[in-house]
Nanobody
Framework: VQLQASGGGLVQAGGSLRLSCAAS????????MGWFRQAPGKERQFLIA????????VYADSVKGRFTISRDIPKKTLYLQMNNLKPEDTAVYYC???????????????????WGQGTLVTVSS
């Protein structure tokens, strides 16, 4: 599985941005994909994840109400819609994938086997 993230850029506070993550290779019914981010000098943190089949989602509290995850199954593409962006959202955003994760494991970055290269999001104040 290879992942290609895109869509990052510079946006003003309060603005919106949509990230994409294209997956190549085969996907399975128990495929799970998620978004993480890493700000300068900080650890990579979980944001949001979705089960490919069924579409159930898990969110970090910090992004509830502002970020939305979705997927286009035929295109094998994952999306992250980010609204009302804040300067503290500035980070490199990564998509990741794994197989067979149970809901309680979807927040654990150590459980993800495949990672995209990251895309930089900069939010100016």
């Amino acid at each position: 599985v290879q992942l290609q993230a895109s869509g990052g850029g510079l946006v003003q506070a309060g603005g919106s941005l949509r990230l994409s993550c294209a997956a190549s290779g085969r996907t399975y019914s128990n495929y799970v994909m998620g978004w993480f981010r890493q700000a300068p000098g900080k650890e990579r943190q979980f944001l949001i994840a979705i089960k490919w089949s069924g579409g159930s989602t898990v969110y970090a509290d910090s992004v509830k109400g502002r970020f939305t995850i979705s997927r286009d199954i035929p295109k094998k593409t994952l999306y992250l819609q980010m609204n009302n962006l804040k300067p503290e959202d500035t980070a490199v955003y990564y998509c990741a994938a794994s197989f067979g994760l149970i809901t309680s494991s979807m927040r654990d970055l150590e459980k993800y086997n495949y990672w995209g290269q990251g895309t930089l999001v900069t939010v100016s104040s």
